[in-house]
């Protein structure tokens, strides 16, 4: 009998610290969730150093036309971002910096706005401030795709020749990775 009082308690006192673990994990997550996501150590990007500008042809929110040939000759900031992610708008002012600081030396940068009704959103609204082109893509994100991103916010620098020099995921990248030419 003494054995089986024992075990019931050892079965709920490892129950209770089961539970106290899993409560502290979830706080930690949501944190992480509400700072812009998980640091940029180990995640992927699939904008890979070696890709080029891919060619594309597009409508910017302005109504110009835009091809890779737009971004050619000049060093490029091309940032993606998604009406569903919380991050990216956090994201918006990172960019602005580093779309700034590119202006100044004759680059150009580029935003990528994907989810249906993007053209009509708020963020694209708010990238159109800072950003010198804006382009919509609806759910079906064909440009993103064309140039790799999966994740957003996504960022990804192309040298004058159009060669990806830097890219990375997350607010964190944008913060830490990302310099100026």
Same mark, same amino acid.
């Given at each position: 009998m003494i054995f089986a009082v024992v075990g019931l308690v050892l079965v709920g006192v490892v129950g209770v610290l089961n539970l106290a673990i899993l409560l502290v994990m979830?706080?930690? %997550?949501?944190? &992480?969730? $509400? +700072? !812009? !996501?998980?640091? #940029?150590?180990g995640a992927v990007s699939n904008v890979r150093i070696i890709d080029r500008i891919p060619s594309f042809s597009a409508r910017a929110l302005d109504g110009t036309a835009v091809t890779e040939r737009t971004l050619l000759g000049k060093e490029t900031l091309v940032g993606f971002?998604?009406?569903?992610?919380?991050?990216?708008?956090?994201? &918006?002012?990172?960019?602005? /910096? @580093?779309?700034?600081?590119?202006? $100044?030396? /004759?680059?150009t940068s580029l935003a990528i706005v994907h989810g249906d009704d993007s053209a009509d959103s708020e963020l694209a609204a708010m990238l159109g401030d800072v950003m010198d082109i804006v382009i919509a893509e609806d759910a079906k994100a064909e440009l993103s795709k064309r140039y790799g991103a999966? @994740? =957003?916010? #996504? =960022?990804? %620098? =192309? /040298? +004058?020749?159009? &060669? *990806? #020099? +830097?890219? !990375? *995921? !997350?607010?964190?990248?944008?913060?830490?990775?990302?310099v100026a030419p």
């Open positions: 979830l706080r930690r %997550w949501r944190e &992480v969730e $509400a +700072s !812009g !996501g998980f640091p #940029t150590t971002f998604s009406l569903t992610c919380k991050a990216c708008v956090e994201a &918006v002012p990172v960019f602005a /910096g @580093h779309a700034e600081q590119l202006r $100044a030396a /004759g680059g999966k @994740h =957003y916010p #996504t =960022y990804a %620098w =192309y /040298g +004058s020749n159009g &060669v *990806v #020099t +830097s890219a !990375g *995921v !997350g607010v964190a990248a944008l913060r830490t990775e990302l």
